[in-house]
């Protein structure tokens, strides 16, 4: 089982603002970077630190965090945003080894 | 322009070897952190391993551990992952990917960019 949870599965219409969610233990102390990664292809870093996108990120993509939850918000989804979302952060074992959450597929009515 | 290249996959019996290969470019390789991700088909993302800049330090996940060497060499810009004593769960697309040199206790961490990964089938 993964120590970070997230939801399977997520839809959201056209235009329309979703939060995709991740909780485990270690949020509370590590910050949590996010991932997009449509069939086929590598995953793509999309959030990371505090609030932080890469170069080439649209800035519909925010990130925030708050006690063992971190949250990816993409606000106005556009169809080129379907695909799974991933978190990672630092496992709660205290080996200081990473670790993902399940993944989130997010659907665009 | 930052690449990475992953090689090395293919098919192998249960019980075999495998090495593969992560060829960096574009970049400051020995100055970084490197990992190893897998991505069984149709399931998700799984952190295997990570070597720290300089090569001195490596962490394995648990199911990994004992079968899984993570090595570099910073004069050849390349990441390697030796793979012994493999089973049909390590069936996967591997990737490798960067991450900055924080050291371990950063709070702060992340994953960029990605190779496009390299598949490796256990199976007889």
């Known amino acids: 089982s993964s120590e970070l949870t997230q939801d399977p599965a997520v839809s959201v219409a056209l235009g329309q603002t979703v939060r995709i969610t991740c909780q485990g233990d270690?949020?509370?102390?590590?910050?949590a970077s996010w991932y997009q990664q449509k069939p086929g292809q590598a995953p793509v870093l999309v959030i990371y630190?505090?609030?932080n996108r890469p170069s080439g990120i649209p800035d519909r993509f925010s990130g925030s965090s708050s006690g063992n939850t971190a949250s990816l918000t993409i606000t106005g989804a556009q169809a080129e945003d379907e695909a799974d979302y991933y978190c990672n952060s630092r496992d709660s074992s205290g080996n200081l080894n990473w670790v993902f959450g399940g993944g989130t597929k997010l659907t665009v009515l | 322009e930052v690449q990475l290249v992953e090689s090395g996959g293919g098919l192998v019996q249960p019980g075999g070897s495998l090495r593969l290969s992560c060829a960096a470019s574009?970049?400051?390789?020995?100055?970084?952190?490197m990992h190893w991700v897998r991505q069984a088909p149709g399931k998700g993302l799984v952190w295997v391993s990570r070597i720290n800049s300089d090569g001195s330090s490596t962490s394995y996940a648990d199911s990994v551990k004992g079968r899984f060497t993570i090595s570099r060499d910073n004069a050849k810009n390349t990441l390697y992952l030796q793979m012994n004593s493999l089973r049909a769960e390590d069936t996967a697309v591997y990737y490798c990917?960067?991450?900055?040199?924080?050291?371990?206790?950063?709070?702060?961490?992340?994953?960029?960019?990605w190779g496009q990964g390299t598949l490796v089938t256990v199976s007889s």
């Open positions: 270690s949020l509370r102390s590590y910050y």
């Open positions: 990917a960067r991450s900055p040199d924080y050291g371990d206790y950063a709070f702060v961490n992340w994953f960029d960019p």
């Open positions: 574009g970049f400051t390789f020995s100055s970084y952190w």
């Open positions: 630190g505090k609030n």
